[in-house]
């Protein structure tokens, strides 16, 4: 078994809470991540799925270094992420870099795509202008551009092809991990596909790791080894991709399997009938400061139990190597790792 290239171990982090009712109040701290951990191999897509406030975006700004964590450690490779200073070294800068969901936002348009692209390579290799121009057209039709593109300027571009130039850009520093960050949410289902399939091509050919940030779980399946699934703060289980789809341990996990649309008419309405089975608050998503105690889907889980207010779950491990952070593996049932469908369904 090789090394893990990302180690992320018992990371919280949290943000200074807003001014209070008056001036000398202020809200508690924001508690957005709370002792998440994780890990990547070399080569390895990890998906990281969660609603919107999650904090699963949160994970990957620490990885990226742009915020630092209250507490943790977050490893890759030879760098000690956690314990750099203010000034993040070039080679860690160089071995990481980001998409970001929305390319209009990340690509400056006042640039043509050949300078977009030739910073990094400027900064990270020294390159001249020539060699700039060269890999820079190599890059681009690595993405399934063309080299004559280099002289345009992103709006001359629809969304998925800025979105191949993002892509681009972030591979000229040749990362050994590409944080993703709802890269085709922003994207039709079609054009959707086609960077997933694009991104899939490029991990084959280059070997980059892919942390892959999503709030859907169908797209996250569809190129994830592994996911790990968040909620409200806590990474709640954590499997191989396809397992952790179609045998969940997971009260929250199940829902959001619920939650995907079916075009099946016959499958959607089950779909929906399960749904409510497992929610008693009916909505998805979690509101307000995630709880320090107890776990944060006590609210709208329908098998709920008073343990469940008093204490978060340790992790459990099942034997395909995930875990799960649930009492219903410890506690009450103890499902001890089996899926949840081991579990009768609940009524009323
Ligand atoms: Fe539901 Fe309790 Fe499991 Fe949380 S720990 S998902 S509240 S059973």
Redesign the pocket.
Known sequence: MSEPLLEIDDLTITFPGGKGQWPWQRQPDVRAVQQASLSIDPGETVGLVGESGSGKTTIGRAVLRFIQPASGTIRLGEFDVTGFGRTVPSPYRRAVQVVFQDPVGSLNPSMVVGDIIGEPLQIHFGMDASAREQRAGDLLEQVGLERHHLERYPYEFSGGQRQRIAVARALATEPRLLVLDEPVSALDTSTQSQVINLLDQLQRETGVAYLFIAHDLAVVRHISDRIAVMYHSRI?EQGESDLLCEEPR???TDLLLASIPDPDPVIQPGKSQRRRELTVGGELGATGNAPEQG?P??NR?A???DV?HDQF?EPFPFESGGEVR???HTTGPKLEGRPLRALATPTG
Do not use: G, N, Q
């Open positions: 709640v997971h009260p929250y776990c889907f006590a889980c098998h709920v139990m469940c779950p649930c009492h219903l």
